[in-house]
């Protein structure tokens, strides 16, 4: 596991984004709030998963400068971790299709898929000055709730 609680996965994210931008070339902030990452100890395994998996994106294809991790609560309570760059976006054809098919290969899906198993999600939004994906988890996730 890498996370046994909340407190430990919110440490786990800074020291990701501590280690993506010490990597070279793209700077990294992280503006995580600690009471957005109390998650039992599988979800924040999978959260510190997806969220390692969508850095690596930005590396491998964004042609990015900047990324930025961050957390917020939606109107709605949800819980909000967005990854958000400054690079190319997706190509336009990925843009107008669907992200989460073979074709547009098997991270995101899969990273999609494992988050579902908790009724949670990704929401993507591209454009040609950057990428944002947030992953969408419902209140009722969080330890104690």
Same mark, same amino acid.
């Given at each position: 596991?890498? @996370?046994? &609680?909340?407190?430990?996965?919110?440490?786990?994210?800074?020291?990701?984004?501590?280690?993506?931008?010490?990597?070279?070339?793209?700077?990294?902030?992280?503006?995580?709030?600690?009471?957005?990452?109390?998650?039992?100890?599988?979800?924040?395994? $999978?959260?510190? *998963?997806? $969220?390692?998996?969508?850095?690596?994106?930005v590396r491998q294809h964004a042609r990015a400068t900047r990324v930025? /991790? &961050?957390? !917020? =609560?939606? *109107?709605?309570?949800?819980?909000?971790?967005? =990854? !958000?760059?400054?690079? /190319?976006?997706?190509?336009?054809? #990925?843009?107008?299709?669907?992200?989460?098919?073979?074709?547009?290969?098997?991270?995101? #899906? &899969? $990273?999609? +898929?494992?988050?579902?198993?908790y009724d949670a999600y990704l929401d993507i939004h591209s454009t040609? +000055?950057?990428?944002? =994906?947030? =992953? /969408?988890?419902?209140? &009722?996730?969080? @330890?104690?709730?």
């Amino acid at each position: 596991m890498v @996370a046994e &609680s909340g407190s430990d996965l919110f440490s786990a994210l800074v020291a990701l984004c501590n280690r993506f931008r010490a990597e070279g070339r793209i700077d990294c902030h992280v503006t995580i709030g600690e009471a957005h990452t109390r998650f039992d100890a599988d979800l924040c395994d $999978v959260l510190y *998963r997806a $969220v390692r998996e969508l850095l690596t994106n930005v590396r491998q294809h964004a042609r990015a400068t900047r990324v930025a /991790v &961050s957390s !917020a =609560v939606a *109107r709605d309570g949800s819980i909000l971790i967005t =990854v !958000a760059d400054n690079g /190319v976006g997706f190509p336009e054809h #990925w843009r107008h299709s669907n992200p989460f098919s073979a074709d547009t290969g098997v991270g995101l #899906w &899969s $990273v999609d +898929q494992r988050l579902r198993e908790y009724d949670a999600y990704l929401d993507i939004h591209s454009t040609k +000055q950057g990428s944002r =994906v947030t =992953v /969408v988890l419902p209140t &009722s996730l969080l @330890a104690g709730e």
